[in-house]
């Protein structure tokens, strides 16, 4: 008990305590970071890029998304990689060389209060860390040549919480972005969760556990169109089916409007045996989408029709998975919208992979798609 209020009066004597000097942004607010940014964001407002539509809209000019915020005072990789390594060296020697590197790259030493909170927390078990709140706050829009710098200062650390993640302390940091003349430009509470791993729901009781569990999020769908819904229907019915010109018989897969061969546009299906070979795979490990298991076998198999498809190898591990093996396809539902072909090892490969130790249970697929036939 009284670790604990020890505890909880070293954390508060850190509130209110800066990280250190202000940093300033690496670039003034500018055009192009602007125009790149909303590219990679999808937002196609035009008063970030088009004077015209922004002076429409009652600004000045172009202004920056209000939320690009934080890129204006981003340090950028390779500043971000150096101060790791030094905040790392840092801890095994203080103050070297490397600590001072951390200090002119303009951020905050290894022993700024931040990181002391950081260690604080560590030391008594809390070693895990979630981002769960942030809140931005806007004086002004930012207009191209504001030069922003940024300074943060501990607001608040909670004291000991229950969470579904684990027992933990809340830290809430305040940074406060200023413009080229000091005012104030906008604000924002960052807020994370140190929590003891192993505390939480999850690992109470399994029993419990289970019936709590999140459903598992279902698998992507497949983008859909009025050439390729054949071959979803086909999966539902479990039917592999293959598009063939009606044309000059041609089969081909990924689905497409017309034939390549002579140009026709009329078609139908077949269904495909089934039997197929690896004509090429790979092992996905990352990135890990919840709807899947990992590792992912993911399998271009060539039907004995001659198309080829992509799809999942199920009942194999990576190990013994081989370029040349034979499979069969099987069906898996995984939902009521979406049912998939999945490839099992068939003859001799089925003995292999049966015999194997630890198979891999049935893998997802991912949507059979754009793999060109010949
Ligand atoms: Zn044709």
């Not at 070293?10 to 300033?24: H, I, M, N, S």
């Not at 055009?31 to 088009?50: C, L, Q, R, T």
């Not at 200090?103 to 931040?114: E, I, L, M």
């Not at 999942?312 to 009521?336: C, H, L, Y």
Request: with cysteine; net charge negative.
């Amino acid at each position: 008990m009284t670790d604990t209020l020890s505890l909880d009066d070293k954390l508060q004597a850190f509130v209110g305590q800066t990280a250190g000097p202000a940093t300033r942004g690496r670039y003034p607010v500018n055009e192009p970071m602007i125009s790149h940014w909303v590219e990679a964001m999808g937002d196609f407002n035009p008063v970030y890029v088009e004077d015209e539509a922004a002076r429409a809209a009652g600004f000045p000019g172009v202004i920056a998304p209000p939320t690009m915020l934080q890129a204006w005072v981003m340090r950028g990789l390779r500043a971000s990689l150096e101060a790791d390594a030094a905040r790392h060296a840092a801890r095994h020697a203080a103050r070297d060389a490397a600590g001072d590197a951390a200090r002119d790259a303009g951020q905050a030493s290894a022993d700024s209060p931040s990181d002391q909170v950081m260690a604080l927390l560590d030391s008594a078990g809390f070693t895990s860390v979630v981002a769960t709140n942030c809140d931005q706050h806007y004086e002004r829009p930012l207009v191209p040549g504001d030069h922003l710098a940024v300074t943060s200062v501990i607001d608040a650390v909670s004291g000991e919480k229950k969470t579904g993640l684990g027992v933990g302390h809340f830290i809430t940091n305040r940074l406060e972005f200023r413009d080229q003349t000091g005012d104030l430009v906008a604000t924002m509470l960052f807020r994370i969760l140190k929590f003891k791993p192993g505390t939480g729901a999850a690992a109470k009781a399994p029993e419990a556990s289970v019936e709590q569990a999140a459903p598992r999020p279902l698998r992507p769908r497949p983008a859909l169109t009025q050439d390729n819904s054949f071959f979803f229907e086909g999966a539902k019915q479990h039917k592999l089916l293959i598009q063939r010109c009606v044309g000059c018989g041609t089969l081909r897969h990924p689905p497409r409007p017309s034939c390549a061969r002579c140009r026709s546009f009329e078609w139908d299906t077949v269904e495909a045996s089934g039997k197929g070979t690896i004509f090429s795979f790979v092992v996905n490990h990352y990135p890990q989408v919840p709807a899947f298991d990992y590792p992912l076998v993911v399998a271009l198999v060539e039907l004995e029709e001659g198309t080829r498809l992509i799809a999942n190898v199920s009942g194999i591990t990576p190990e013994i998975a081989a370029i040349g093996m034979a499979v069969e396809v099987g069906f898996e539902d995984f939902d009521a919208e979406l049912s998939l072909p999945v490839f099992h090892p068939a003859g001799a490969a089925a003995t292999a992979a049966a015999t194997a130790p630890a198979a891999v249970g049935p893998v997802a697929p991912t949507h059979a798609d754009e793999t060109r036939t010949n």
